[in-house]
């Protein structure tokens, strides 16, 4: 499984844009780049998966560079509800969906 | 669909005791999953099922925890006999191993998860 670094914690404020960088720098050929966030007192939340370049949801969007050992996360102009824990995981198959430490967004007004 | 539906959402129990945490995935999905999530540990994996199937039980700590599917539509986990240490929140989670065209489906849906006191 291909092991993933992120920053632990990231501070920001309302209306920002935050960027949350993972290293998966052993990434496999078939591997695919998943993203969830995780509210206190609840279940982690899908927001967006990858391969490669670039993906945009209404959420968030996932950019992701040619050699695929790095990818970002990037949440445009976000608010006090987007305080959350984001998880980076790489997922070699469907049923391998391990979870990291994460990282822990505290957006301030 | 009501989504992944966990029960109960609370259990405080005392030591030595069993506890049966539930778990009803999204009709459809072909793989279930129990996680366990600590301050210290964060969210571990215990066991996995495919089509009711145990794939791979690594995760679980002890022969204190078992797990079951008797159905499609229905899981336990089960702690006999508790430990304080167990205390946690156990997450049940579903997915469908389908995939989404070309690409393969990493879209896990989570129950709202099962806080669990062992005093």
């Known amino acids: 499984l291909a092991k993933t670094t992120q920053p632990i914690s990231m501070d920001s404020y309302e209306g920002q844009e935050v960027n949350i960088t993972c290293s998966h720098n052993?990434?496999?050929?078939?591997?695919?780049i998943t993203w969830y966030q995780q509210f206190p007192s609840q279940g982690p939340r899908f927001i967006i998966q990858g391969y490669k370049t670039k993906v945009t949801n209404e959420v968030a969007s996932l950019f992701i560079p040619a050699d695929r050992k790095s990818s970002t996360l990037s949440l445009p102009r976000v608010s006090l509800s987007d305080t959350a824990v984001y998880y980076c995981l790489v997922v070699t198959y469907t049923d391998k969906l391990i979870f990291g430490t994460g990282t822990r967004l505290q957006v301030f007004p | 669909d009501a989504g992944v539906i966990q029960s109960p959402r609370h259990e405080v129990t005392e030591m030595g005791q069993e506890v049966t945490l539930r778990c009803k995935p999204i009709s459809g999905h072909d793989y279930l999953f129990w996680y366990r999530q600590t301050m210290m540990r964060g969210l571990e994996l215990l066991i996995y099922?495919?089509?009711?199937?145990?794939?791979?039980d690594s995760g679980m700590p002890e022969d204190r925890f078992s797990a079951k599917m008797p159905n499609a539509s229905f899981s336990t986990l089960k702690i006999q006999p508790s430990e304080p240490r167990d205390s946690a929140v156990y997450f049940c989670?579903?997915?469908?191993?389908?995939?989404?065209?070309?690409?393969?489906?990493?879209?896990?849906?989570f129950g709202q998860g099962t806080r669990l006191t062992v005093v």
């Open positions: 099922f495919n089509n009711n199937v145990p794939i791979d």
């Open positions: 989670a579903s997915i469908s191993g389908r995939p989404q065209g070309a690409r393969m489906n990493t879209e896990a849906f």
């Open positions: 052993n990434i496999a050929t078939n591997d695919y």
